[in-house]
């Protein structure tokens, strides 16, 4: 009963149409800070966390989950080793999506109009299909081990060559051999298959896909690999197999999880993502304030009546109530307004994606949205919190006002 009734006079004294002009316009410049700052903390936050997904996503499609290399050494034994692995993951029940060898050979690619630093990436042919986010734009997938060996480009570096399906290319590889005339690279034939696109602009700029069998002819007919790949269904195991898959392997072999190899991108975007909810909840800070002013305000315009309720028996801690609840009315009104504007927005920047980015400064051609309930809920309870600490102080003030004096001199 007291409960509601404190409720009751909170809520006619922040929404009653009998207030003075100044403080029920000081009361909505409160609700409307409070609107913009829960807003804005919501779209900002959830453009980061699309970031971030959309990254996270691209990265996996592209990127293995968890990388076996040799430490020293050729690494040549990969078909016992990937047998080995095979059999100690269906021992360990951990589903896999794929596991293939791959080498990796760096070198200067030139066309007759460019040249570029390239990667060589040689795979097994039938496993370009595990590659999900490879869309190919031109030309075909079909790769041969057969000379000219045929290749597939990121978008970006045939058009930095000017090349397209069919053109021929030679690849230019720093394992080459000593001559009288000093060190000759080595010259290795190629040809354009198809095109492709990645959406990561470092990948498509750079990246070059061959046969594995081809890869390893380049290299000097050897069977050598770099590494194996391994895909499992759930990415984020990841982090916890690579331990236990480096100790059943042992020191020989050094194994890494795709979180480990991006963990500096990853805590960096995590940084951010924490900044900028620390900065824009300064936004809310001074919404705040703004519900310190109303506050004042209203008590100041409310003298009489708080000095009659302590005549007729009020306890300061029933004033205190009132006040905190009024400054908390303020609070939620702004904070759902701003929920629901902020919300609306990201509906609105998901559903039509009009804001565009630099396709070479970020892996994504639109601003990516994603709402994330903990975030918003996190953001609701942050601005209901300043909001009741905001009013505090005032309705303190308020609940120790003397009613004798109120009531004598006005």
């Known amino acids: 009963m007291l409960g509601s009734l404190e409720w009751w006079v909170a809520s006619r004294y922040v929404f009653s149409r009998k207030r003075e002009r100044f403080t029920g316009l000081i009361a909505n410049i409160s609700i409307l800070a409070v609107t913009i700052g829960v807003a804005a903390l919501i779209v900002v936050i959830a453009v980061m966390t699309g970031f971030q997904s959309t990254l996270k996503e691209k990265l996996l499609s592209i990127t293995p989950h968890i990388m076996i290399e040799k430490v020293?050494?050729?690494?040549?034994?990969?078909?016992?080793?990937?047998?080995?692995?095979?059999?100690?993951?269906?021992k360990e029940k951990v589903p896999i999506s794929t596991l293939y060898p791959f080498l990796s050979l760096q070198g200067m690619l030139l066309s007759g109009t460019g040249e570029?630093?390239?990667v060589l990436k040689g795979i097994p042919p039938d496993r370009?299909?595990?590659?999900?986010?490879?869309?190919?734009?031109?030309?075909?997938?079909?790769?041969?081990?057969?000379?000219?060996?045929?290749?597939?480009?990121?978008?970006?570096?045939?058009?930095?060559?000017?090349?397209?399906?069919g053109d021929r290319l030679r690849f230019l590889s720093p394992r080459g051999r000593a001559t009288p005339l000093g060190f000759m690279p080595r010259s290795v034939p190629l040809k354009v298959a198809g095109i492709f696109e990645t959406?990561?602009?470092e990948y498509d700029l750079t990246?070059?896909?061959?046969?594995?069998?081809?890869?390893?002819?380049?290299?000097?007919?050897?069977?050598?690999?770099?590494?194996?790949e391994l895909r499992l269904e759930d990415p984020f195991?990841?982090?916890?197999?690579?331990?236990?898959?480096?100790?059943?392997?042992?020191?020989?072999?050094?194994?890494?999880?795709?979180?480990?190899?991006?963990?500096?991108?990853?805590?960096?975007?995590?940084?951010?993502?924490?900044?900028?909810?620390?900065?824009?909840?300064?936004?809310?800070v001074v919404a705040a304030f703004n519900i310190i002013a109303a506050l004042?305000?209203?008590?100041s315009e409310k003298r009489p009546d708080i000095a009659l309720m302590k005549a007729?028996?009020?306890?300061?801690?029933?004033?205190?109530?009132?006040?905190?609840?009024?400054?908390?009315?303020?609070?939620?009104s702004g904070t759902l307004l701003g929920t629901t504007l902020g919300l609306t927005l990201c509906a609105l920047l998901s559903r039509y994606p009009i804001i565009k980015l630099p396709e070479d400064v970020y892996p994504m051609e639109y601003l990516p949205i994603k709402v994330e309930m903990g975030d918003v809920t996190l953001i609701i309870f942050s601005a209901l919190i300043l909001s009741l600490l905001a009013a505090a102080f005032p309705a303190r003030q308020a609940a120790k006002l003397p009613p004798a004096e109120v009531l004598r001199y006005g």
């Open 128 to 165: 370009l299909s595990d590659l999900k986010n490879l869309k190919l734009l031109q030309g075909t997938l079909a790769l041969k081990a057969r000379s000219p060996y045929p290749v597939l480009l990121g978008k970006r570096l045939a058009a930095r060559l000017g090349v397209k399906p």
């Open 207 to 228: 990246l070059v896909l061959i046969d594995l069998k081809a890869a390893q002819k380049i290299l000097g007919g050897s069977k050598q690999v770099t590494g194996i």
């Open 237 to 284: 195991f990841s982090s916890y197999l690579a331990p236990r898959l480096s100790r059943e392997l042992g020191y020989s072999y050094y194994v890494v999880d795709w979180q480990t190899l991006n963990r500096s991108l990853f805590s960096a975007l995590k940084l951010e993502k924490a900044g900028m909810f620390v900065v824009l909840t300064l936004i809310v």
């Open 312 to 332: 007729l028996g009020a306890t300061e801690r029933l004033i205190l109530k009132i006040f905190l609840y009024c400054g908390l009315l303020l609070g939620v």
């Open 116 to 118: 570029a630093g390239v």
């Open 296 to 299: 004042v305000m209203l008590i």
């Open 199 to 201: 959406g990561l602009y």
């Open 72 to 90: 020293s050494g050729p690494f040549i034994e990969y078909e016992k080793l990937a047998d080995k692995l095979r059999r100690w993951l269906e």
